[in-house]
C-alpha cells in the first residue's frame, strides 16, 4: 500500500473557538487515536490532496512535534454547504493489530458475455477487508474474462491470503447482464 507523509504541530488550546480561529488560518484539526495515547494537532489544509482526492487507498506517515505515527484515515467531516474539510480523524497503525479499511475494486479482462452485446453492471466500488497493513494491496483485482451473459462474481468468491473480507459473501460486485442486442451464438 502506497504512503503520504504528513506533518503537522501539536494544538495548544482545544474547543470550537480555537478550531475556528485555525481552519480561518488555513490549518485543519486533528486527532490520532488507538495507540498508547490521543493526540490533537493540525495540518495545513494542502497537504491533504495527495490523500482524500484520490480513488487510492493510502496510509500515512504522520508526523507531529517530534512524535511518528503511521496511521490511516478513520473519519473525515465536511461543511455541508461549502464541502470545506472540517476536521479528521487518523487510527493509528499498531504493529501485529488488524486494520479494517475499504479497498478500491479493479476490473480486468475482457468478458465474452460483454463482447456478444452484454452490459457491465459494476454493483461495488469498494470492499471492506480486515489485516495487518503490511498485508492489505492497493487495490482488489477483479478478473471477468470468463463471465459469460448473466453470470455474477460475489464477494465470498474472492481470496486473499492474510485478508479477511468484512462485507457480506453473497454482495454482488459484478455482473454481465442481459440486453436487448445479445447476439445468440451456437
Request: proline letters at 4%; one cysteine or more.
Amino acid at each position: 500500500m502506497k504512503s503520504v507523509s504528513i506533518s503537522g504541530s501539536l494544538r495548544e488550546n482545544v474547543g470550537k473557538k480555537d478550531a475556528k480561529a485555525q481552519r480561518a488560518k488555513g490549518y485543519i484539526p486533528c486527532v490520532v487515536y488507538g495507540g498508547k495515547e490521543q493526540l490533537q494537532f493540525v495540518v495545513e489544509e494542502e497537504q491533504f490532496h495527495h490523500l482524500l482526492f484520490t480513488p487510492e487507498v493510502k496510509y500515512v506517515e504522520l508526523e507531529v512535534g517530534d512524535k511518528k505515527f503511521e496511521a490511516i484515515v478513520q473519519a473525515t467531516q465536511w461543511h455541508p454547504i461549502t464541502d470545506h474539510l472540517l476536521h479528521v480523524d487518523f487510527l493509528e497503525v499498531v504493529e501485529g493489530k488488524q486494520i479494517t479499511i475499504g479497498l478500491p475494486v479493479k476490473i480486468t479482462g475482457t468478458s465474452p458475455g460483454v463482447l456478444r452485446g452484454g452490459k457491465l453492471v459494476k454493483k461495488l466500488r469498494k470492499i471492506t477487508v480486515k489485516g495487518l497493513l503490511k498485508d492489505i494491496p492497493e487495490e482488489i483485482t477483479v478478473d471477468i474474462s470468463n463471465l459469460e451473459i448473466n453470470d455474477m462474481i460475489k464477494v465470498g468468491e474472492l481470496s486473499l491470503p492474510h485478508i479477511t473480507f468484512i462485507e457480506n459473501p453473497g454482495t454482488l460486485i459484478v455482473s454481465i447482464a442481459s440486453t436487448r442486442n445479445v447476439v445468440e451464438t451456437q
